[in-house]
């Protein structure tokens, strides 16, 4: 696996910023959840 080929790389690091995003909502949504709990 050659990650300097675009065609390669390109989808890892759509998967990659995909993945993140993701994760930075969940931990948005239980941030807010538990401030509404307090």
Same mark, same amino acid.
Not at 13 to 30: D, E, P, R, T, Y
């Given at each position: %696996?050659?990650?300097?080929?675009?065609?390669v790389?390109?989808? /890892?690091a759509? /998967?990659? %910023?995909?993945?993140l995003? +993701?994760? /930075?909502? +969940?931990? %948005?949504l239980v941030?807010d959840?538990?401030?509404d709990?307090?």
């Amino acid at each position: %696996m050659n990650l300097s080929d675009p065609s390669v790389g390109f989808p /890892i690091a759509v /998967i990659g %910023m995909v993945s993140l995003a +993701i994760i /930075i909502f +969940i931990v %948005m949504l239980v941030l807010d959840k538990g401030s509404d709990e307090e």
